[in-house]
């Protein structure tokens, strides 16, 4: 399994047009506000860093997966949050600036959480330690390009010329998830011989993950008595990993294409998922409403 150019090419800029439409709906106010809830920061990162791996490794086991598919499971589970939760967060009506902190503060806790995860990971279910160091500047990097110079510009158009940015945004934002949905459906595409394969040997333990994660994220936002839009960023937040990032890892840095398998089939399990979430969000909302 092997990133390509559709990841290495189309998907930053794809992301990039996202986070330009979801900077185009949030005020610096947004920002500050964050300074007023701790609580709930702390609650998602808690969430991201300790509750979803700890996850992963429980679901490895309880599948007996091969130590490649248990290694590479963990290894997404400790990577950052995918930069496309903030739209999925705008789109169920969450709190956008707070899944944007949360993206960008995922970027960074990484470079710590990969390497003590995956060599734990690595004596558990294969008897080996692994070594891994990701630089620092390489997360910066993608950072500033993919989440953050993309938000700051929407954020200067709607700060500068908020008329033309609320006319502009649901065009910005259409075209972005019509992008997404044909990058996803070419990389299906390309990789339509290995699928079935994938699926059998990941996908359950895959979605298992996915549903488990995102489930505990709701308990958890809920037993601290969080603002709806708060556990709905949280929920989102945990759900979308960003496979690209693990995928890069596995086939890349640690020369093991096995272990990119769960992240390949959890980055189409997630989508679907958290589409399915949306809609029920949206839809409770809409009755709420009416």
């Known amino acids: 399994m092997e ?10 800029l794809v992301i990039a047009a996202m986070m330009l439409g979801v900077g185009m709906s949030l005020r610096i106010s947004d920002f500050t506000a964050l300074l007023g809830m701790p609580h709930a920061a702390g609650i998602g990162l808690a969430t991201l860093f300790v509750v979803f791996p700890g996850l992963a490794f429980l679901v490895a086991g309880a599948f007996s997966l091969t130590a490649e598919l248990s290694i590479g499971l963990v290894l997404l589970a400790a990577s950052p949050s995918a930069s496309t939760s903030t ?9 956008a600036a707070l899944s944007l ?3 960008a503060v995922s970027k960074l806790l990484p470079v710590v959480t990969i390497p003590l ?6 004596r558990l279910f294969a008897d080996t330690d692994t070594a891994l160091t990701l630089g620092f500047a390489d997360i910066s990097e993608r950072v500033v390009q993919m989440v953050l110079l993309p938000t700051l510009i929407g954020m200067a158009l709607q700060h500068f010329a908020p008329a033309f940015t609320d006319r502009a945004r649901p065009y910005v934002i259409r075209i972005a998830v019509t992008a997404l949905v044909l990058l996803i459906a070419a990389l299906v595409y390309r990789e339509r011989q290995k699928l079935p394969d994938m699926l059998l040997a990941a996908g359950p333990a895959a979605l298992t993950l996915c549903l488990l994660g995102m489930a505990c994220a ?6 601290a008595n969080l603002r709806q839009q708060q556990t709905t960023a949280i929920v989102i937040e ?3 990993q960003s496979g690209g990032t693990a995928i890069a890892i596995a086939a890349g840095l640690l020369a093991a294409p096995a272990m990119a398998v769960p992240a390949a089939v959890y980055s189409l399990i997630m989508y679907l998922v958290t589409a399915v979430f949306v809609h029920l969000r949206r839809a409770t909302l809409s009755r709420a409403a009416a």
């Open 87 to 95: 739209l999925f967060t705008y789109l169920a009506r969450g709190d």
């Open 101 to 103: 902190t949360l993206t």
């Open 238 to 240: 945990t759900g979308m």
């Open 218 to 223: 709701y308990a958890l936002a809920l037993a």
């Open 117 to 122: 995860y995956v060599s734990i990971a690595a």
């Open 3 to 12: 990133a390509g150019i559709p990841i290495q090419v189309l998907l930053p």
